[in-house]
Every structure is written in structure tokens, then in C-alpha cells.
């Protein structure tokens, strides 16, 4: 690659795969010719591929390549597969291609590598056979993996019963080969997989062998709770080493520590290795190519205060090459370097836009309804349970079916063209598509109409995943029953489908951004970077938000410096206009033409804007145990930070300083983990040392949270001789005020399980990690927009994975300590995402709304306001009408959840897409087959 930002030159070099990709149908009748078999990459070297192959069941492009194993490209044998192939797509002329792009900008996404443990024969890896890695027993649980779903040993082919996890492999070793760092995702994940192993078999035993949990994300101590729950799961708190390996069962035991009975050794069936996240192969040279700088774990280094972008203006960096990472994560960074390309590349914007052509939509209305069922296996999570075969072959007996057929996965982009050529080829004008949830799929699956040419709406959706497979794992019989319960009710409703028409609405180019702190600053300036207005609009005096409270961080940012500049960049700019002291006093609109008034200083102005960012931040919890109101000596992690910043002379003569962790959060009021606390507590406890070497330390803690690369503070800090006690829940830390040698001290009481003794501690001052709670504006934004908040009150995404800056309401979005609490280069990152995303809107200038919502019938409706309380979109109000007084349904507004329908007493409302007609006849449906099998009992 050569040249700057704005103007790249970059050569890429295509590898033959000696296939024409389009004559190519991924049938794979050559694959089952081919006579080359080798372990498969994919399936990590557990099952055996072919020399063509496709990569993987979901592959894009679905169409198989040929490999370096090729008896042909090695010795110039065979040629099977041409002689197989009805399409003549096998070309093994082709050869590798240069090709020269231009580019203003680039984005990096290459991932990262697994740990290989097999490098040091960690645990046994590659010497005993039942010795696993995660990424191995990912695949053994996938049902496209060498078992198809099954969980079976390598050595015996049958189910393992007791499996032992053990963690920090790869991740936390100061040791050659190994990685000082924490991986982050491998405490959550090696849990998922214990829930998954005991939805495969409900009497296996799991043990995960730990030192800290970590389940610092949003929801992830429930996940956690929920996990430690399960029957037969156990969370042991030790390092571990392997026994041996039983040469009759070929079991591996493994040696670990208990605080009762000392070192036991124990026996398992199968052993899994939490294997830690490395940074992608090869990534020195990719570094070079791109003439980046990496960080000391050979990650991209990246700007602290923008840390998408790389060291080489231009280039901008997403997802793990950045660190560790968890999915949400991973998928709004990727906005985040979306929106960075756009703030470089603006003058470009929409000069290489296409729009999308779909064929002329066919009129079926009046024709004898043909249903097309297309059944999904979902890989195994409906495959596993529900008989689809034998579903499919149901389907095709019900009235007015006359296609039906399975697929492994309806969602990958074969299947979804499968479906628009069925429904073409076999003259399909209905089409049922029974797989999961419509809350995320039924958009694909209605443009997958829209490209056979018929009307979108034609579509219905039978979930049989979460409303069968998933709740039902153990009843297959029943579950395959149900699944055709579910398909029948659907077929019915289809039968009575109409077409519906969306319309376009015109999009205003602005935006509001509730929320002064970091995030809204940031997402507001790069909003206006790219052009648009920007009314940015703060409840305090001034701008700033919790950020004002803080003065370093672990990485020696001068957060101060960093939000006056920030500041000083808003005020200048001339597309962003700024309201401080202001409160939001109505809300109305929809997606594209918001209207939002304003009271500042007394004045109301009206804002009309397309988008609307809600960054309104969060607060640290005041805590009402440990003394904290009663002594001054008893503070909180931000406070004792302002001291340090001001070196108050209580910190630099005080002997001894007590941090108590997890105050105000992980208990039964505050169910989830603040995330920042403690590496918020190491950050004062390093900056104490600097004051004060004599300090004496000490952090009384549940579990140390310092993911990524916040492990190398831990332990620098336990190298600076801070010391760490742990204490369980049931066995809070005490503190009491006393007298010590004529001074008065704070006396800490804790159990350290190590010693398996009380300790009394005198502190002269006591530092609380106070919890980060949802600040008091974020409620009062949650009503005025009506969006929606998860049970500890932060603001909830549309989806955790696939939408994690979006709220359900289309326009909205969200970011910052709102969202969760998180760090600075995490807020930053997820403001950029968020104006990534209103860019998506504000971008077009116009924007889709749905056909699906509600009409009033004037002649039923009374006027008695039950549809208007009932709203909580506002898109219904009372109207005078030549006919009196009546609701009126805002079809922009609307979001088609019908609870206006259900509460009119006159059934004047009803909701298109799903009418009295199309839900009856599933009613009908369904009571049907329960009147033929109770006339069968009889």
C-alpha cells in the first residue's frame, strides 16, 4: 500500500480458487468424488476434508475451491471433479490475479488467532486425546462440526459425561509463549458452552476451573448466576495442573487446590482449555504493509483519545486487531470506523450509490392461495430437536401447501435465493418460512419475497426455534409436534395475507444529541464533521459530565486537558449548537421529521431534527454502608481521585489505606458489575503509590475485573506491593471507627480465605468502588422518547449482538455510560458507532415506513381514548371529525404491536398484517388438531 489519507494505492493479490464462481451451484457432487481427504481446518483438524470443498456451511460466495492439496496442481493427476461437474465450472487454468484499487480510506478487520496451546503442551494439548480446546469444542457442539452437533470423544466416539473446564489458558501468564494480558471473553464463553453441554445432555457434569470470573458485560453477572445455578455445574477457585491420562478409558485427571481439603486429584472424561485470543497471524507483516505501529501484545496500536484510528492518518482499525474483544464490541467499533471513514471521505458520499432494482411485484390478490414452506434446521438448534424431515413432509399435506422443502440454514444467502427461485419456479403467492425469530429475520426473508416478485407481506413467520426447540430441548417428540402445530396455525394465517404497501417519508438532515459528557460531545462532532446540523442539548451548566470528576487514566490520559479541548472543539464548530442548563419538556415526531422542544434559561425553542442520539450518561452510586456519610475518612473511588490529583495532605502522612470493591452493585438490588471499579481502584492505588511509597494497600475485592490489557496494572500493582485480599458475599469486609496508639484509625475486618482467619486492618482513609448507576436524566429520556431500559435501568439495545447502538424505535439511538458503564475508549468508541448509524439515516433522503400498522374504522369508534392511553408511541389522538369525536392512528408513528387494537371495546381498530381474519383462522387452526386428537383418544 502506498500513498496518504485520501488517496491510497493499494494492490491485492487474488488467489485462484480454480473454480468459475458463476457456473458454480455448490452442489458438491465433485466433493463427493474427489479422492484427496486431509484434516479440516475448520472443523479443527477433528473431521477429514476433500481438495475441493466449500469452506463452510454459511460461505459467502456458497461455492466450493480448490486447495493446495490437489493431486492435479501437485502431480498433474486425477481431474475427477472436471468430469463430474454438469457445469463445467472447474478451471484449473486459472492463476493468481493483481488487482490495483484507489481508496481514500482503509478499515482492518483481520481478527485474531486463537492461543495454540499445542506450542507448549499446555495441559497435555496434543499429547492426550481427550484434551480439547474451546475453539475445539466449539465445533464438536456446532451441527455443521465433524459430529453434526454431537458432543463425542475423539478417542471413543461416545458422550462425555464429566467435563472440566479450565481457564487463563494462553491469557494471564507472565511465561514465554504465553500472554500477560486477559482475553476478556473467555469466562462468558467457556459458560455458554456449559449451558449448551447441558441442553445436549441434562445429567452432565461440569466443573469450571477458575481464579476470577469475569463476567464484567452488560447482563453477564445474571449469565454467570444463571450458569453457577444448573444442576451438576461447579465453579472451582483454583490453578490446576494435569494428572494423567488412564490408559483403559483414556480419561485425563487433573490436580487442583481446595481451601478444606487441600490438593485433590479428580478424574474427567473430557478436558476443555479456555484458550486466550492472540492477535491475528502473521500481524508484524501486516503491520509493515500498512506501515502501522503495534502495541507490546502486538495488537495495532491506536490513538487513546480516537482508538479506532491506527498511527497512519487514513487508516482506521475495528473488531480484535485492536485488542481483545466481545462481540457488541466488535460490531459497534465497526460503525465507529465507518463513521471515521465518513468524517475523512464526506465530499465522496453518494457519487458510487446504486440503487436496488426489484422486479415488477406480480398481483396474486385474487388468485387460489400456494403456500410454499420452507422448514430450517437452524444447524442443530432445531435440527437437534424438532424431526425436520418429517415436518416438512407435514407441511406438504396441509391445505393449499403445494411446495415445501428443509434447509440447513434459510438465513445464508443460497437458502434465502432458494426460496425467491421456488417461489418463482413453483408459482408460489404465499410463502411460510418456519425458523426463528421474525424479530430478527423477517426483514431478510421479506426482501427474499420482494426479489421473487411478489408483495413482501405475503410472508409469515412459524418460530420454531425459541417458542419450540430452545424451550422444549428434552421433549423432541413433542417439540417436532409443536413445530408443526406452529407451521399448520401459520399456513392458515398465510391464507389470508394482503398485500400492504410501504410508503417514503422525507428525512431531515439534522440532529439532536441529549447528552453533554463524552460520548454526545464526540457524537456530535462527528456527526457535524460530516455536514449535518447538530443540536447538542445538556441538563447541567455545563459540558463535560462525569468526565469533569476524573483526572487520569490507566493509560496516563490527562482527562482533563483532553474534555477542555473537547469542549472548546463544540463551541467552535459552526454546524453544532449548544443548549446547557436545558431540559427537554416534549417530545413528537418519528423517524426523520423529530420535533423536540426545549426549555433553556426559561426560552422554549422547537427543534426539528431526523435523528435523535440519547448519551445522557450515568452517576456514581452514594453509598450508605461502611461509615461512608458518617467519616469523612470514608470515600468514594472518584473522590479519593480528586484528592490524589490535589495531593491532600490526609493521603500523603496516611500510613494505611483500605479499597473495598463491589460497594452498591452485585447484590440483590444492583444485580450486574459496574465494569470499571476495578481497574478505576488500581489507577488510585498506582497514582497513591507515586504520592506515597510507604503507603500500605490494601484492595478487598470479590473478584478482580481487569480485562484486556487492565491485567498488566493488576500486576504492577500487586508488584508495588499493594496487597489483595478477597472476601466472599456471604462474608462482607466491617468497619468501625477506633483508636489505635492514641490515633484514631478505622478499623476493616475481613476473612482472608487464604489464611482462613480473621484480619482487623487499620485504615486512615477507606476508598469505596462505589457502583456506576443510570443517571436520573436517562429515566426521564427513557419516558420522553419511549424507549426502553433493561431491569437495572439502562438503556436497552435492539439487540445485544446484531443492533448494539440501536433502540427499537427506528431514529434513536444510544450510547455511553447510558447504555452501561464503560471506559473512555469504550464510550468514545460507541459514540462514533452511534453517529455511524444516524449517518445511515440521515444519509438518504427518505426513509421507509411500515404497511403493517394500525386504521381506525370511524363508524365503531365511540371516542373513549382507551387506544390513546393505551399508545406509548403517542401515535393515536382524538380528533374532531365530521363524524364527532374520534381516534386517529398516525401510521408513521405507529409500530404495529396492536395493544390499541386489543383495548378498543368496540373493535373499531385493526391492525393490518394481522387481522381478526388471519389470527382466527390460527386459533382455528390450532384447535382443530387438538378436537381431531382428543376424537382419536376416544
Known sequence: MEGEAGDFQVTLIKKPKYIDESQCTGCTACVEYCPVKYPDSFNQEISQNKAIHIYFAQAIPLVTYIDDS??????????????????????????????????????????????????????GYGKFANVVTSLDYERLMCATGPYQGEILRATDHKHPHKIAWIQCVGSRQVIPGGNSYCSAVCCTYAQKQVILTKEHEAEAECTIFHNDIRSYNKDFERFYQRTESLPGVRFIRSYVSIGREIPESKNVTLRYSTTDEGVKEEEFDLVVLSVGLNPPADYVKLANKFGLELNAHGFCKTNPVNPMEATRPGIFVSGAFRGPTDIPEAVFSASAAGSECGELLDYRRGRLTQARIYPPEKDVSQEEPRIGVFVCHCGANIGRIVDVPATVEYALSLPHVVYAQEQLFSCATNSAKEISDMTREKGLNRVVVAACSPRTLEPLFRDTVREAGINQYYLDMANIREHNSWVHSKEKEES????????????????????????????????????????????????????????????????????????????????????????????????????????????????????????SGGRIAEIRHGATLLATGAEEYRPTEYLYGE???????????????????????????????????????????????????????????????QLDIYILFRDMRTYGYYEDYYREAAGKEVRFIRYEPADR???????????????????????????????????????????????????????????????????????????????????????????ITETLSQAY?????????????????????????????????????????????????????????NPVLCKGDGLCNAKCPTGAISLKHYTDEEIFSQIDAALTDVRRSGAARQ
Open 733 to 823: 469486609p466491617q468497619v468501625e471507627a477506633a483508636v489505635e496508639e492514641g490515633r484514631d484509625v478505622l478499623r476493616v475486618s475481613v476473612t482472608d480465605p487464604i489464611l482462613g482467619k480473621k484480619l482487623e486492618i487499620d485504615a486512615d482513609v477507606i476508598a469505596l468502588a462505589a457502583a456506576v448507576i443510570p443517571s436520573a436524566g436517562s429515566e426521564e429520556a427513557t419516558r420522553l422518547f419511549k424507549v426502553n431500559a433493561n431491569p437495572d435501568g439502562f438503556f436497552k439495545e435492539a439487540h445485544v449482538k446484531l443492533r448494539p447502538v440501536d433502540f427499537v424505535a427506528d431514529g434513536i439511538y444510544l450510547c455511553g455510560l447510558a447504555h452501561y458503564p464503560k471506559f
Open 480 to 599: 417436532t409436534r409443536k413445530a408443526q402445530d406452529l407451521i399448520r396455525m401459520s399456513v392458515a394465517r398465510a391464507r389470508h395475507l394482503e398485500p400492504l404497501q410501504e410508503f417514503d417519508l422525507p428525512v431531515n438532515k439534522a440532529a439532536l444529541v441529549v447528552g453533554g459528557g463524552l460520548a454526545g460531545m464526540t457524537a456530535a462532532l462527528s456527526l457535524a464533521n460530516q455536514g449535518h446540523e447538530v443540536y447538542l442539548v445538556e441538563k447541567e451548566p455545563e459540558l463535560g459530565g462525569m468526565a469533569r470528576k476524573m483526572y487520569f487514566t490507566l493509560e496516563g490520559l490527562d482527562v482533563q486537558k483532553y474534555v477542555h479541548d473537547l469542549v472548546q472543539r463544540i463551541y467552535r464548530h459552526p454546524l453544532v449548537h449548544v443548549r446547557t442548563g436545558a431540559v427537554i419538556t416534549e417530545t413528537g415526531g418519528y423517524v426523520g421529521n423529530f420535533v423536540t422542544q426545549v426549555n
Open 70 to 123: 490437489c493431486l492435479y496442481l501437485k502431480e498433474k493427476k486425477c481431474r475427477i471433479c472436471e468430469g463430474i461437474c454438469k457445469n463445467q465450472a472447474i478451471d484449473f487454468n486459472q492463476r493468481a490475479e493483481k488487482i490495483e484499487v484507489n481508496v481514500g480510506a482503509v478499515i482492518l478487520a483481520p481478527g485474531l488467532e486463537p492461543y495454540d496451546p499445542g506450542l507448549r503442551h499446555d495441559y
Open 631 to 693: 467519616d469523612d475518612r470514608v470515600v468514594t473511588n472518584l473522590e479519593l481521585e480528586e484528592q490524589i490529583a490535589r495531593e491532600e495532605e490526609r493521603l500523603v502522612d496516611a500510613r494505611s489505606l483500605v479499597m473495598i470493591q463491589c460497594v452498591g452493585c452485585r447484590n440483590e438490588e444492583r444485580n450486574y458489575c459496574s465494569r470499571v471499579c476495578c481497574s478505576h481502584t488500581l489507577k488510585n492505588a498506582l497514582n497513591l503509590k507515586k504520592l506515597n511509597p
Open 833 to 889: 458507532a452511534a453517529a455511524g448509524r444516524a449517518l445511515t439515516l440521515l444519509s438518504h433522503d427518505t426513509v421507509v415506513a411500515s404497511g403493517a400498522v394500525c386504521e381506525v374504522d370511524e363508524r365503531k369508534c365511540i371516542g373513549c381514548g382507551a387506544c390513546v392511553s393505551a399508545c406509548s408511541y403517542g401515535a393515536v389522538e382524538l380528533r374532531e371529525t365530521r363524524l364527532g369525536k374520534k381516534a386517529v392512528v
